[in-house]
């Protein structure tokens, strides 16, 4: 007896909507990012190209904030923050990728430099409750999970921040910060010139 | 009286954890959900018995990443919220253990220190053994092992073996306190 | 104990590796990562009661037993001409 369904290869259509779905998913995720990033940046003075927002934010701008071309934030279980308080300037370079729960907060001047990474709860504030002093992150920084950025802190090109880090000195370039007060160690002697 | 009625709203109870986990491979018996637990990736996660996910304070993340990667939680652990587990490789956690609120488990740091910063290094496999119990903010690093009864202080970053027994704490860490032998 | 002796007590304790000469580098055998080179910073300011300057966290003070052996004696001389 032969049905009268005509036979479709039902794995394989199933298949074939996956593999659409893979495609076309990133795209549309890609898509409302970038929409998103317009509306949550909507009272942000100077925003680059391609600035995407993954997840919910919270943005309060009284003082001038400037992102570069290119930026993510990637969304998570806490959302990250973006606070500039009346006459501070908050500065972002270009490619700087910010993961979940991230704080940054601006009193006088926060700057960081282009192709930075910035962990989930990284927190970066310029006034610690006794002094207000700028903080300028260089270009190709990565911050790891947890760390806190004091004050006055300038943190060198290509460093590393460890993950917990509490920063309360300079960084220099090419340099690992760790520990609680962060201690600064020589790169080399941590990591080999390719990979780990 | 009452019983039957307890019974019934243990059972949908149940019932309702286990919906709340079906991405994971293996649920052990009588599981408890609260709030938000995100399971995601394409991974194996798999759950022992009497486990707790408390996700009422921040949503907890167990994350298997890829295809082969493995997150293994024994028998009685209670994980508080916004605890994140992410394996690449693999991350078993000992019957007993407790993991407090927004700690971070990570196998593999995603990111070389120098060079290239979008290739992946290694992944060292974490294992965490039975009766540990790791503070809230607690960041463990790849090549962590707690063994047996170890508790984690707060706050603490770690990326080595951590013997029986000891209370560690700080960034990095540093041994607080050993127990008395015997 | 010796000072030589002393640090490699501490790393066999801290890190439970055994097997490694006087001359490996503990980058390249993979016998210390970074946090575990600020624990044994950690370890020598406090053992021998000095202070290590950040500028002196470099490979060629820290990067196996004999050169931190070495850097430990020579902290302990420059602080005792000091100190005379």
Known sequence: ?196 | MTTPHRSLSRELEGLWARWRLRRCQRIGAAPTVLGRVWIHGDGQVQLGDRVVLDGRLAPIELHAMAADSLIVLGDDVAVEGGASLEALQSIRVGPGARLGAFCKVMDNQHHPLRGNRHERPPSVPLVIEAGVTVGSRAILLPGTQLQKGCSVAPGTVISRRIPAGVTVGGAPARVLRREVAG | MSIRDRIRTFIVDTFFVDEFGDDDSFLRKGLIDSTGMMELVAFLEQEFGMKLEDKELVPENLDSLSRVTAFVERKQQQRLSQAG
């Not at chain 1, 919910?56 to 400037?66: F, S």
């Not at chain 1, 606070?83 to 500065?91: E, K, S, Y």
């Not at chain 1, 009193?107 to 610690?128: H, K, N, P, T, Y």
């Not at chain 1, 760790?178 to 002697?189: D, F, V, W, Y």
């Open chain 1, 1 to 196: 007896m032969t049905s009268r369904i005509p036979s479709v290869a039902l794995p394989a259509v199933l298949e074939q909507l996956q593999a659409l779905r893979k495609v076309v998913q990133p795209r549309a995720l890609r898509a409302m990012a970038l929409a998103r990033a317009r509306w949550l940046f909507r009272s942000v003075q100077l925003r680059g190209h391609n600035v995407a927002a993954y997840g919910p934010m919270a943005v309060q701008n009284d003082g001038i904030i400037a992102l570069g071309d290119r930026l993510t934030f990637v969304g998570g279980m806490m959302p990250s923050s973006l606070v500039c308080h009346p006459g501070a300037r908050l500065t972002i370079g270009d490619d700087t990728q910010f993961n979940y729960g991230v704080s940054l907060e601006a009193w006088e001047s926060v700057s960081v430099g282009a192709r930075c990474m910035f962990a989930s709860f990284v927190r970066l504030g310029d006034r610690d409750g006794q002094r207000t002093a700028p903080i300028v992150i260089e270009d190709d920084v990565w911050v790891a999970h947890g760390a806190i950025i004091m004050p006055g802190v300038r943190v060198g090109a290509r460093s590393v921040v460890a993950a917990g880090s509490i920063v309360t000195q300079d960084v220099p370039p090419d340099t690992l910060a760790m520990g609680n007060p962060a201690r600064n160690m020589s790169l080399e002697l941590v990591a080999r010139e390719t990979g780990t």
